[in-house]
């Protein structure tokens, strides 16, 4: 199916490997224009060497309001627009219990999974505004939704930003911009790599039983019994950043598997 979005102009936060890599080789299949960014920037453009479409790899630090601008303000001077924003960089932060959390670990989740898209979407609406044409997708979570008590500094994080993407919608469909997220759930990254890792030693088992313990134990909704894979994340985003998405704006498109136990949401 051809997108419909060939020499559109598409930048990718968190771009090094997982979604956000996943996604700039589908765009780039699609004949887009990538502008990608994280801050292992020698990595990311190991990772570009294959990719078959105009690109350029920045490195820029999404804690910092002077450094997404000046990363934007690049793209701009080398594509001169900014169709799509993709904004997939975050951390899970600090695990235990709510109250045993500290303010520093509140704010590490809060300045990377949600302040971080308040400001990239600062320096890249008037761009897509002036153009009357844009895509502005942010990855969250199940979590945001079905939260894991364990979890409340990125669980907290991950609904602010959907409840933050949903309001954007209601205004900037006027100027063209469409604003939706993209939910994940047990992805196979390097981030549930880690996990299932752990798992496996605590347990004295291997990683795939680790796995398979995990999906009975914690993630019962996912009737498939495996992890996800980043390239059905990025097959999602790719239809949601497409002319073929036209009509998806203020959505929470959930690509976890049936992870999610409810109808809504």
Not at 48 to 64: I, K, R, Y
Not at 101 to 120: G, H, K, L, N
Not at 238 to 262: C, H, K, P, T, W
């Amino acid at each position: 199916m051809d997108l419909n979005i060939r020499d559109r102009v598409a930048l990718i936060t968190g771009a090094t490997g997982g979604m956000g890599f996943a996604t700039a080789e589908i765009l780039a299949q699609e004949g887009c224009k990538l502008v990608l960014s994280d801050l292992d920037v020698e990595n990311l453009k190991t990772d570009c060497e294959h990719l078959q479409s105009e690109h350029v790899c920045l490195e820029a630090d999404v804690t910092d309001q002077g450094a997404v601008d000046a990363m934007v303000e690049k793209a701009m001077e080398r594509f001169g627009r900014v169709d799509i924003v993709i904004h997939t960089a975050g951390i899970t932060g600090a695990k235990g219990h709510p109250l045993e959390m500290t303010d520093a670990d509140y704010e590490e989740a809060w300045q990377i999974d949600f302040m971080s898209a308040v400001r990239v979407a600062r320096a890249t609406f008037p761009h897509m505004r002036k153009a009357g044409w844009g895509r502005f997708v942010c990855i969250t979570s199940e979590n945001a939704v079905q939260p894991y008590w364990e979890e409340a500094t990125y669980n907290t994080a991950k609904a602010a930003l959907a409840a933050f993407v949903k309001n954007l919608s209601y205004k900037e469909a006027e100027h063209g911009i469409l604003c939706n997220t993209v939910s994940p759930a047990f992805i196979k990254t390097d981030m549930t790599d880690g996990m299932m890792e752990k798992r496996a030693e605590k347990l004295g088992v291997s990683i795939d039983e680790a796995v398979e313990s995990f999906l009975d134990e914690e993630r019962p909704g996912i009737a498939l019994k495996r992890r996800g894979r980043v390239e059905e994340v990025a097959a999602a985003i790719a239809l949601i950043v497409s002319e073929r998405g036209s009509f998806i704006n203020g959505s929470n498109m959930r690509v976890d598997g049936g992870s999610v136990q409810a109808v809504q949401n």
